[in-house]
């Protein structure tokens, strides 16, 4: 008995319908049907008598249990024709049976319709028996969760959501800036391709490969080329499909999955998003017996049951493997691990060159400073960036993709989609003040990074934006540096506060403070940078768990917490105070600032320093450029 569950609940709902309307029908068929005789006229009850007493009534058919009778009756009033009349009876009366005896008169009985019984009967039976059959069902999938459910009638036997490319078509050339994984996952397509030279030897061939990377770092991209290289089948899955509703549904998708890719072999199964299903057991809500866990367990069973040689890979993602249960780790199983992190400067270069493969780009972009300008960019963004530079060429009935193009592209991935500008002036020129101070703030500390732009055309969420050419793959970050960062930050709000006052300021700067604090509160609770001490009171892998490591504060003392929030104070003043300083020393240059910024919209980095030289000294900031 093999039902899927999804076929059963689409049928159980028609086949509620349908017997509700059938258990209606044992109403509807009630109407009598009367046979042949069509009697439209009507006797009373009353004549009926006095006609059978004068022996004018040759024959009576009863119906509806004797509540209705067809009469054949002698009428004088209409020349003793024979006439077919209805008669209404006052109900079963043994008496006029007896009568019509007496007088001889041809006495039938006729039952209701038989098919409209037969399907009454059957409507009043499905509508129960289908009501009862799915409790049984449900109830049947609820109470057999320890034994793996759904092996007893292979019940949960799911539709596929896994997918099966026979030829992905993607080679190792499609991806790029992520050279090492390359390397390492190379030797897998030998597996898959040639598993006798390994066998040969006595190698055991892994079966596993866990990748671990942020999103959009081309993990999928990765595992497809693998398969693509190989010239294998590639099957996925992601892991979030595995958690349903149902328990046992996600355990037989696994089961699903490998027994199809056991058909197919050799052939490449990619799991995506693996840390759904495979958190550490035992620490999920609804105890030991949650659906995640049994698939888990399915799934580790699936992988030590078949052997390294059989030739299936399976290749699963993640980004978070500190969540992952130990077992899925052991050997055997994932036992390999590859990290795939977004491109350097020299991975951005070969992503956008894949990329720009089937692109028209005119002559004057140069890769390189595209891939310059998007540090920490991943292989998804740079793909998109190119995608949305070649929209933007296309509306703008261009040729070919110019710098223009890009410029708006990085300028959209990175902060959203642009605005209209406002024409209200005092708003705008609280919006000039506070982008200014970031910029001229960022523009007067040496240890910032330069402006790139300063605009008030709004994007995304903000109102206006300053840009920074941020300085990448430097390393270490110094604690000036990141006093600068907290004092720029401060930069908008502290500019509101010198023009407009106290009570003037605006909630254009929550971003900004949100910022600030958390960097603050790292340099306090684990680079030792406050007078708390050299101590490490947060550690990185909190902050993968929950984010921002903002809830992480009962690992110590409500005294030392207290303290943690003085010092963040302490730090986040500093550079409120250090920002208020260069804006009250310079305001002449930033209320020209301002007035351009209002006329232009927008003023480019070397223009704001060029401006701000003329009044005050601009350091030399030391820009790492990355070199090839
Ligand atoms: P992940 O699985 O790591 O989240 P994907 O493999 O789904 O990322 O990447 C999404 C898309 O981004 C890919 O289809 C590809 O177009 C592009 N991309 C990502 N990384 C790379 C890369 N290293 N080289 C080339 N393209 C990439
Ligand atoms: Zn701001």
Same mark, same amino acid.
Not at 263 to 275: H, K, R, S, W
Not at 418 to 437: C, M, Q
Not at 598 to 606: H, P, Q, S
């Given at each position: 008995?093999?039902?899927?569950?999804?076929?059963?609940?689409?049928?159980?709902?028609?086949?509620?319908?349908?017997?509700?309307?059938?258990?209606?029908?044992?109403?509807?068929?009630?109407?009598?049907?009367?046979?042949?005789?069509?009697?439209?006229?009507?006797?009373?009850?009353?004549?009926?008598?006095?006609?059978?007493?004068?022996?004018?009534?040759?024959?009576?058919?009863?119906?509806?249990?004797?509540?209705?009778?067809?009469?054949?009756?002698?009428?004088?009033?209409?020349?003793?024709?024979?006439?077919?009349?209805?008669?209404?009876?006052?109900?079963?009366?043994?008496?006029?049976?007896?009568?019509?005896?007496?007088?001889?008169?041809?006495?039938?009985?006729?039952?209701?319709?038989?098919?409209?019984?037969?399907?009454?009967?059957?409507?009043?039976?499905?509508?129960?028996?289908?009501?009862?059959?799915?409790?049984?069902?449900?109830?049947?999938?609820?109470?057999?969760?320890?034994?793996?459910?759904?092996?007893?009638?292979?019940?949960?036997?799911?539709?596929?959501?896994?997918?099966?490319?026979?030829?992905?078509?993607?080679?190792?050339?499609?991806?790029?800036?992520?050279?090492?994984?390359?390397?390492?996952?190379?030797?897998?397509?030998?597996?898959?391709?040639?598993?006798?030279?390994?066998?040969?030897?006595?190698?055991?061939?892994?079966?596993?490969?866990?990748?671990?990377?942020?999103?959009?770092?081309?993990?999928?991209?990765?595992?497809?080329?693998?398969?693509?290289?190989?010239?294998?089948?590639?099957?996925?899955?992601?892991?979030?499909?595995?958690?349903?509703?149902?328990?046992?549904?996600?355990?037989?998708?696994?089961?699903?999955?490998?027994?199809?890719?056991?058909?197919?072999?050799?052939?490449?199964?990619?799991?995506?998003?693996?840390?759904?299903?495979?958190?550490?057991?035992?620490? +999920?809500?609804?105890?030991?017996?949650?659906?995640?866990?049994?698939?888990?367990?399915?799934?580790?069973?699936?992988?030590?049951?078949?052997?390294?040689?059989?030739?299936?890979?399976?290749?699963?993602?993640?980004?978070?493997?500190?969540?992952?249960?130990?077992?899925?780790?052991?050997?055997?199983?994932?036992?390999?691990?590859?990290?795939?992190?977004?491109?350097?400067?020299?991975?951005?270069?070969?992503?956008?060159?894949?990329?720009?493969?089937?692109?028209?780009?005119?002559?004057?972009?140069?890769?390189?400073?595209?891939?310059?300008?998007?540090?920490?960019?991943?292989?998804?963004?740079?793909?998109?960036?190119?995608?949305?530079?070649?929209?933007?060429?296309?509306?703008?009935?261009?040729?070919?993709?110019?710098?223009?193009?890009?410029?708006?592209?990085?300028?959209?991935?990175?902060?959203?989609?642009?605005?209209?500008?406002?024409?209200?002036?005092?708003?705008?020129?609280?919006?000039?003040?506070?982008?200014?101070?970031?910029?001229?703030?960022?523009?007067?500390?040496?240890?910032?990074?330069?402006?790139?732009?300063?605009?008030?055309?709004?994007? +995304?969420?903000?109102?206006?934006?300053?840009?920074?050419?941020?300085?990448?793959?430097?390393?270490?970050?110094?604690?000036?540096?990141?006093?600068?960062?907290?004092?720029?930050?401060?930069?908008?709000?502290?500019?509101?506060?010198?023009?407009?006052?106290?009570?003037?300021?605006?909630?254009?700067? +929550?971003?900004?403070?949100?910022?600030?604090?958390?960097?603050?509160?790292?340099?306090?609770?684990?680079?030792?940078?406050?007078?708390?001490?050299?101590?490490?009171?947060?550690?990185?892998?909190?902050?993968?768990?929950?984010?921002?490591?903002?809830?992480?504060?009962?690992?110590?003392?409500?005294?030392?917490?207290?303290?943690?929030?003085?010092?963040?104070?302490?730090?986040?003043?500093?550079?409120?105070?250090?920002?208020?300083?260069?804006?009250?020393?310079?305001?002449?240059?930033?209320?020209?600032?301002?007035?351009?910024?209002?006329?232009?919209?927008?003023?480019? +980095?070397?223009?704001?320093?060029?401006?701000?030289?003329?009044?005050?000294?601009?350091?030399?900031?030391?820009?790492?450029?990355?070199?090839?």
């Amino acid at each position: 008995m093999k039902f899927s569950w999804r076929v059963i609940l689409l049928w159980t709902i028609p086949a509620l319908v349908i017997g509700f309307f059938l258990w209606q029908g044992t109403f509807a068929t009630t109407t009598t049907d009367f046979g042949n005789n069509t009697a439209s006229t009507r006797m009373t009850y009353g004549r009926f008598l006095e006609y059978l007493e004068q022996g004018r009534v040759g024959s009576v058919d009863l119906y509806e249990g004797g509540r209705t009778a067809i009469v054949q009756a002698v009428d004088p009033q209409l020349n003793n024709k024979t006439q077919v009349l209805r008669v209404d009876l006052p109900g079963n009366s043994p008496e006029l049976v007896a009568k019509l005896r007496d007088n001889n008169v041809a006495l039938e009985s006729h039952p209701a319709r038989s098919d409209g019984a037969l399907w009454g009967f059957l409507g009043n039976l499905i509508f129960p028996i289908l009501l009862i059959g799915a409790l049984f069902f449900l109830f049947r999938r609820s109470s057999n969760m320890p034994g793996g459910p759904g092996q007893a009638m292979n019940f949960g036997k799911s539709k596929a959501r896994f997918m099966m490319e026979a030829k992905t078509g993607i080679l190792f050339d499609d991806v790029a800036g992520i050279e090492e994984a390359k390397e390492e996952l190379q030797e897998v397509v030998t597996f898959l391709k040639q598993p006798e030279r390994f066998t040969a030897v006595g190698a055991r061939i892994p079966k596993g490969v866990l990748l671990i990377g942020p999103p959009g770092t081309g993990k999928t991209l990765m595992a497809k080329a693998i398969a693509g290289e190989a010239g294998v089948p590639f099957f996925s899955i992601s892991g979030s499909e595995f958690v349903e509703m149902f328990v046992g549904v996600g355990a037989s998708r696994v089961r699903d999955l490998f027994k199809k890719a056991k058909e197919n072999a050799p052939c490449l199964i990619f799991i995506d998003e693996i840390d759904a299903v495979g958190r550490q057991r035992g620490a +999920g809500i609804g105890g030991g017996n949650d659906e995640r866990e049994q698939t888990l367990n399915q799934l580790l069973t699936e992988m030590d049951g078949f052997e390294g040689n059989t030739g299936i890979i399976i290749i699963a993602a993640t980004n978070r493997p500190d969540v992952l249960d130990s077992a899925l780790l052991r050997p055997g199983r994932f036992d390999r691990q590859v990290s795939v992190d977004a491109p350097d400067f020299k991975g951005r270069i070969g992503v956008l060159e894949v990329h720009a493969r089937n692109k028209k780009l005119s002559s004057e972009i140069s890769i390189e400073s595209i891939a310059r300008r998007t540090p920490g960019f991943t292989g998804a963004d740079l793909a998109n960036l190119l995608n949305e530079a070649a929209i933007l060429t296309a509306r703008r009935r261009k040729e070919a993709i110019t710098m223009a193009e890009i410029n708006d592209a990085v300028d959209r991935v990175v902060a959203g989609m642009e605005g209209t500008p406002l024409v209200d002036s005092k708003s705008k020129r609280l919006i000039a003040y506070h982008e200014v101070g970031h910029a001229i703030v960022g523009t007067l500390l040496k240890d910032h990074d330069p402006v790139q732009k300063v605009t008030l055309i709004p994007r +995304g969420q903000a109102q206006g934006l300053t840009w920074f050419t941020p300085n990448e793959e430097q390393g270490l970050t110094t604690r000036s540096q990141l006093m600068a960062r907290i004092a720029g930050a401060m930069g908008g709000r502290a500019a509101e506060e010198e023009v407009f006052g106290y009570h003037e300021v605006t909630t254009g700067a +929550g971003g900004d403070l949100q910022q600030v604090t958390g960097l603050a509160r790292q340099m306090v609770t684990r680079f030792g940078m406050s007078e708390l001490g050299l101590l490490s009171l947060e550690d990185q892998t909190s902050e993968v768990f929950l984010g921002n490591g903002l809830m992480n504060r009962n690992e110590y003392s409500e005294e030392v917490a207290a303290k943690i929030d003085d010092q963040v104070r302490v730090l986040v003043e500093k550079g409120h105070d250090m920002a208020r300083t260069l804006i009250r020393d310079n305001r002449v240059v930033v209320d020209r600032l301002v007035d351009l910024l209002i006329e232009k919209e927008t003023i480019d +980095g070397a223009e704001f320093r060029q401006i701000v030289a003329e009044y005050a000294e601009v350091p030399e900031k030391e820009q790492y450029v990355p070199q090839l």
